[in-house]
């Protein structure tokens, strides 16, 4: 099937690794221009040497707790690439864990800061480009948690939840415009996020990683029914259809790729 995206220009962050890297390859080998970002204590420099046989992409490190730098990213990728047509914003933390009683404030606005207002001004950067173009793609990255919440991880569940809803009051707003805004949920994908979680598990529980994942699926997620975490090309794939052309009227969904992880029809 032909994406009909050859030639446009993509911006990807959260890029450095995990899904957000994938979908840099797959947009890359649909001969879209893609502009990678991540903070600057990230892998860019080694995901851009990865990825650069594939195609014409380029590196801007950017933090999306900081409007300026979100700014300075897309007046950067503008003037090399030109203004993106599709952005997918995968920059997220998992943020402060543990009994609820014990999280204070701070942790509760960091994980806000970064998973809910990151995605609040990658949006607002994004937008105008797009509709004064008459077509764009926005992908933000919610979680199956976002429609489950699990009590060990309610600021990460509550951030998630309020992407969702961000993407389809987004979806109303600019549809007209053809900008088109979505969101893909996944649901145990295996990237350094999930990887530092069952290295933890493993530990707690003095077992081996493969025997924590093991116990987490038969714990923690009983609706994934494939009983295997996810690969990010899993999800990549999800994504990058949904900022092709043949995704031309789907807007405002929430595209579920959890193996069944989210136990109910509704959403
Ligand atoms: P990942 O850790 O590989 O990717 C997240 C990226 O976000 C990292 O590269 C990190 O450096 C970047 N980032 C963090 N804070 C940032 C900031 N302030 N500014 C810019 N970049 C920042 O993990 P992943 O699993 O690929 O995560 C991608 C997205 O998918 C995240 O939003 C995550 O919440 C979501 N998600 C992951 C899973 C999973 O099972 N892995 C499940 C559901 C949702």
Known sequence: MDLGIKGRVALVTGADSGMGKETARLLLEEGVRVAISDRTDSDLAQSLADLQSLGEVIAVEADVTDDKSVRALFAEVADRLGAPDIVVNCAGVTGATGDFLEVDDKGWLETLDINLMGAVRVARAAIPAMRARKWGRLILIGS?????????????????????????????????????????????????????????????KGVSFDEAIDSFLDEER??????????????????????????????????????????????
Do not use: W
Not at 241 to 253: D, K, T, V
């Open 144 to 204: 199956e948690d976002a429609e489950q919440p699990y009590v060990d991880e309610l600021a990460y569940c509550a951030s998630k939840a309020g992407l969702l809803n961000l993407t389809k009051g987004l979806s109303k707003a600019y549809g007209c415009d053809n900008v088109l805004v979505n969101s893909v949920s996944p649901a145990f994908i295996a990237t350094p996020m999930t990887d530092k979680m069952m290295e933890k598990r493993a530990q707690e």
């Open 222 to 267: 009983p609706g994934m029914t494939l009983h295997r975490r996810g690969r990010a090309d899993e999800v990549a794939s999800a994504i990058v259809f949904l900022c092709s052309e043949q995704a031309s009227f789907i807007n405002g969904a929430n595209l579920r790729v959890d193996s069944g992880s989210v136990q109910t029809m509704a959403g």
